[in-house]
T-cell receptor
Framework: EAGVTQFPSHSVIEKGQTVTLRCDPI?????LYWYRRVMGKEIKFLLH????????ESGMPNNRFLAERTGGTYSTLKVQPAELEDSGVYFC?????????????????FGEGSRLTVL | GENVEQHPSTLSVQEGDSAVIKCTYS??????FPWYKQELGKRPQLIID?????GEKKDQRIAVTLNKTAKHFSLHITETQPEDSAVYFC???????????FGTGTRLLVSP
């Protein structure tokens, strides 16, 4: 079974340009997450989709970031216009919740990340 | 919201030694604590996790301990090998809210 795939693996753009990152989750996984890691820092949460709906977008830095998941399958994350501080590795992860006691929990499967460099 | 702190940021050990990485969390409602390993240029992968109804879990050379009272959990790797070299991330989650919060990572270097 294919894992989480992300495209592109690396993107170098100039400040003010636009970049769109794509994530294909594991087939059948309802949950899709976007995370970002800046060098030496934590893997920071950006947002969470359940199917096509945004469950939590509290981590999105500002309105220059737009995430979509049309049809509940793949997702895109667009940065427009890009700024220097947007540089980092953007990870996508997916999961399928399993019932544990009275709550749900599922392992996160990560993609290999999209490294964004803004010059 | 949840905040996870992780120490040390880097850890160098000799092959065969033990390595311990420690994390603390702030939200007492968190009840799921996974550890991810990221090898250079690869994706983070789950290596072990623990839930709040147990205090310790072991899988071959790796173990995780959880102290809910003190709100900290640790990863223990025994008999380290060069292939254990990687960045390790701890994380915490309240399964009701479904967001996994990560620590800043520990770069482990195991020298032959």
């Amino acid at each position: 079974e294919a894992g989480v795939t992300q495209f592109p693996s690396h993107s170098v753009i100039e400040k003010g340009q636009t970049v769109t990152l794509r994530c294909d989750p594991i087939s059948g996984h309802d949950n899709l997450y976007w995370y970002r890691r800046v060098m030496g820092k934590e893997i920071k949460f950006l947002l969470h989709f359940v199917k096509e709906s945004k469950q939590d977008e509290s981590g999105m830095p500002n309105n220059r970031f737009l995430a979509e998941r049309t049809g509940g399958t793949y997702s895109t994350l667009k940065v427009q216009p890009a700024e220097l501080e947007d540089s980092g590795v953007y990870f996508c992860a997916s999961s399928q919740d399993r019932l544990w006691g009275l709550a749900f929990s599922g392992e996160l499967f990560f993609g290999e990340g999209s490294r964004l460099t803004v010059l | 919201g949840e905040n996870v702190e992780q120490h040390p940021s880097t850890l160098s050990v000799q092959e065969g030694d033990s390595a311990v990485i420690k994390c603390t969390y702030s939200d007492s409602a968190s009840n799921y604590f996974p550890w991810y390993k990221q090898e250079l240029g690869k994706r983070p992968q789950l290596i072990i996790d623990i839930r709040s109804n147990v205090g310790e879990k072991k899988d071959q050379r790796i173990a995780v301990t959880l102290n809910k009272t003190a709100k900290h959990f640790s990863l223990h790797i025994t008999e380290t090998q060069p292939e254990d070299s990687a960045v390790y991330f701890c994380a915490a989650k309240n399964t009701g809210f479904q967001k996994l919060v990560f620590g800043t990572g520990t770069r482990l270097l195991v020298s032959p």
